[in-house]
């Protein structure tokens, strides 16, 4: 069954068996900096859009199998729980923000960032933040990318956002967004420009790639916590909560073409 922690393992697993090394989102951009890149990599993202919860089962998974991961947290009520993300934050892992101002601002730009500083400070109070990566806020007008062009990050000690400073050409991103990997139908901005095109139908079909040629020598895998079970229970609550948005994102998607 996919979408399941066990699945997680072997995909992870995998992946070391076929010499992957796995970088925070951070690790990478001081590594690009310093140019001491020669191995088969994977950037590991995790977008943290609701169940901190699930986020803090896969850190833990992580941990044992001996890696780090990026974990972006929203500061909404829901996924802000700050004993979560110092465990997180504890276990090794990085911590960013997934922010989303421009859509809870309604585009003023004022207020944006504005609320960009706050919501920074506040998860600074438990991990320090270098990196971050926007929400793709897919009820929203808003693209919150767009701050970015009045405002420069790197005035708030960042050193870099994925979306805005990763060269798509030279790395393979596969995203989990709406449960399914790479299906743009259902992502209105969780995709990227990329002359690299794989297609990836399931977890197992990523493992099967990566122990051929046809894998990417640089990899980012942006996996969602609250996409992946621990059980079958949580599994059929996942797939009919996902089907039904993925419903409403496709139709929202149309109307973006």
């Not at 088969?40 to 044992?64: G, Q």
């Not at 609320?115 to 438990?126: C, G, P, V």
């Not at 980012?220 to 994102?249: C, D, S």
């Amino acid at each position: 069954m996919d979408f399941t922690l066990s699945t997680y393992k072997s995909l992870i697993n995998s992946l070391k068996d076929n010499n992957y090394k796995f970088f925070t989102v951070e690790e990478y951009f001081s590594l690009i900096v310093c140019s001491s890149l020669d191995c088969p990599l994977v950037i590991l993202r995790h977008d943290i859009d609701r169940t901190p919860e699930n986020a803090l089962k896969m850190a833990k998974l992580e941990h044992e199998l001996g890696l780090k991961a990026t974990f972006y947290f929203r500061t909404i009520p829901q996924t802000f729980k700050p004993e979560i993300i110092k465990e997180i934050d504890d276990l090794g892992h990085e911590i960013g923000y997934h922010y989303e101002n421009m859509a809870r601002c309604n585009g003023n730009y004022e207020m944006a960032i504005e609320d960009f500083r706050n919501n920074l400070d506040k998860l600074r109070e438990i991990s320090p933040v270098y990196t971050i990566c926007m929400h793709g806020s897919p009820l929203s007008q808003y693209d919150n990318r767009d701050l970015w062009k009045v405002y420069d990050y790197r005035d708030y000690g960042i050193i870099g956002e994925p979306y805005l400073n990763i060269d798509w050409d030279e790395v393979f991103y596969i995203t989990d967004a709406g449960r399914a990997w790479n299906n743009e139908n259902v992502s209105i901005r969780d995709k990227v420009d990329s002359n690299i095109k794989i297609d990836i139908n399931s977890t197992i079909d990523i493992i099967k790639k990566s122990k051929s040629s046809e894998m990417p020598y640089q990899i980012m895998l942006n996996v969602h916590p609250h996409n992946w079970a621990n059980n079958n229970a949580e599994w059929l609550k996942i797939f009919a909560w996902q089907g039904t948005k993925n419903i409403i994102k496709r139709v929202i998607s149309n109307r973006h073409k």
